[in-house]
């Protein structure tokens, strides 16, 4: 075994009591049993517990693989209120692996509220690669690779969803979105209405049986997909019109007083000024006017 995975081998019971446990993150398969690593398999079998999105699901992967350990479910409606026995439980010198139903955990699944935690508590974290869903679907897309944005699932908040799609209609890089399968039409609606003809690329069920990519406009998917089922990964085109100046580039790094003084120069009355910041940092006229009172 190596040093990193060392979970207490060699040492004392005296010592094995004062030390801290480990928190794994397990990446775990994303659709197909087999992918999964070695490595991940031996630190499933080795740890005192598994914390897991979705028990039933896991247990699919751990009786496949003929490990049996306490699981303890750990979702979005629950983690604020088992984390802290979970710490404590890490602090005693348990060692923990955290695995979400599919993929690398705590991309778009539970696990930040734990890690954060871990890390203030000063115990050590161990990152078990494996599958991830996005950069799988990134590679095979045949979009840009060099340099994307990822934004999850777009949020159920109206404002925040016109924000978060504003920024993509913007993004000069490509963008992955998850999404599920009823509000897929939805959001291709949505997307079509800002980007128009833009190039998308649908990535539908990763290494499962019904492995699918739609490639085309958004128009030309939306008339020809069928009733979504499944897990799906949306990619899209950057915008190619969308190149910054040197200019905007440095506004954006700019602070509000340094904005200031930029556009004082530029002999712009007050108003205008905070006009300008306000469209600059993305606030409203009223929070940057405060600022100068």
Do not use: W
Request: one cysteine or more; glycine letters at 6%.
């Amino acid at each position: 075994m190596g040093k990193r995975d060392n979970l207490g081998r060699g040492l004392g019971r005296g010592e094995r009591e004062k030390m801290s446990g480990i928190l794994y993150l397990v990446a775990t398969p994303i659709g197909n049993l087999e992918d999964i690593t070695f490595r991940a398999i031996r630190i499933l079998k080795e740890v005192d517990l598994i914390i897991a999105e979705d028990t039933r699901q896991t247990l699919k992967l751990l009786n496949h693989y003929e490990i049996s350990k306490p699981l303890i479910s750990y979702h979005r409606h629950n983690e604020e209120v088992k984390v802290e026995g979970l710490i404590q439980k890490l602090k005693e010198g348990k060692n923990i692996a955290l695995v979400s139903d599919a993929g690398t955990p705590v991309i778009s699944d539970p696990g930040e509220v734990i890690v954060k935690e871990a890390i203030k508590e000063q115990i050590k974290i161990i990152p078990i690669p494996g599958a991830c869903a996005l950069i799988n679907a990134l590679i095979t897309s045949g979009l840009e690779t060099k340099e994307f944005s990822f934004y999850g699932f777009l949020s159920l908040n109206k404002k925040l969803r016109k924000e978060e799609l504003e920024k993509i209609r913007r993004e000069n890089k490509t963008s992955i979105l998850y999404e599920a399968p009823h509000k897929l039409k939805t959001t291709l609606k949505d997307l079509e209405h800002l980007l128009e003809d833009r190039q998308i690329v649908i990535a539908r069920e990763l290494t499962k049986i019904h492995e699918e990519f739609l490639r085309g406009t958004i128009s030309q998917i939306l008339e020809s997909y069928p009733e979504p089922r499944g897990e799906h990964i949306i990619l899209i085109e950057g915008n190619k019109l969308q190149q910054e100046t040197e200019e905007e580039k440095a506004i954006k790094e700019m602070t509000i007083e340094e904005l200031y003084q930029y556009y004082e120069k530029q002999n712009l009355t007050k108003n205008e000024i905070i006009k300008k910041i306000a469209k600059d940092k993305g606030v409203s006229k009223n929070e940057i006017y405060q600022l100068f009172i």
